[in-house]
């Protein structure tokens, strides 16, 4: 029995030690868990306020970044627009010489064309061509604005306008020839397609995808800013209510 006492006594004391620094431990660990969910509290508060500066950064380099792209489309479209009204002028001479030499072989003939008449021929024959010619100057001059213009300019407007009358004249005269003689139709006198109606489209298309391009990037812009003052906000409510509390105190 004093064996068994003396092996006992020890084992309790070591125990209720155990159990008194436990305790000791467990009271100490209160105060050092609240300054663990502070110190969580603002790593998240400052991961929150790193991630959304990053955002900020991507989407200003996200629309900068597309502004040179939309710049140097526009730039492009712009000379192509200045080429194609030489080429509009270059067109419009086609019908008027043909015009004029069909005036000649009919001169020369029976048919007496006077000067008015002729006039008016050459004029209702090249009449597409120098619609287009119109057309591709009111989409040059759209295309050289700046700032750049949108679908509710005037110049893009009028050049709108003008693409049902070109493709209605182009359908009308789809033969070159002003004199109505079909004897003196030549090889190969078939009217070309008016090429400012298809830039036309082709400016149209590459204006409306910039547009909405743009408007999805200012779209995040306003989002990330949106973040930006929730948080600022939340921040400031946080401090008062912080400040509140410890004046309380």
């Known amino acids: 029995r004093n064996a068994a006492l003396t092996w006992v006594l020890p084992l309790s004391n070591t125990m209720s030690t155990n159990d008194g620094v436990k305790q000791r431990r467990g009271k100490g660990n209160a105060p050092s868990d609240k300054s663990n969910t502070n110190e969580k509290r603002t790593i998240q508060r400052f991961s929150a306020d790193d991630h959304l500066t990053r955002a900020e950064a991507t989407v200003q ?65 090249s009449m597409s061509e ?71 489209v082709i400016a149209t298309v590459a204006y409306w995808f910039m547009d909405k391009g743009m408007k999805k990037i200012n779209q995040n812009v306003t989002l990330v800013e949106n973040l930006r003052k929730e948080l600022n906000a939340s921040n400031e409510k946080n401090a008062r209510a912080k400040a509140a509390k410890s004046k309380g105190k």
């Open 61 to 125: 380099q996200n629309k900068i970044a597309a502004q040179e792209l939309y710049a140097q489309w526009r730039q492009h479209l712009q000379r192509i627009s200045y080429l194609l009204v030489f080429v509009s002028f270059h067109m419009a001479q086609t019908p008027m010489t043909d015009c004029i030499k069909d005036m000649k072989e009919a001169n020369a003939g029976e048919q007496v064309i006077s000067g008015k008449q002729a006039i008016g021929m050459i004029l209702y024959e």
């Open 130 to 200: 120098i619609v287009g010619i119109c057309l591709c100057a009111c989409l040059a001059f759209f295309l050289s604005m700046k700032p750049h213009g949108d679908f509710s300019s005037p110049a893009y407007m009028c050049s709108a306008a003008l693409i049902p009358l070109q493709i209605g004249l182009y359908r009308q005269t789809k033969r070159i020839g002003c004199t109505g003689d079909m004897d003196l139709l030549r090889e190969g006198s078939d009217r070309a397609f008016p090429i400012g109606v298809l830039f036309h």
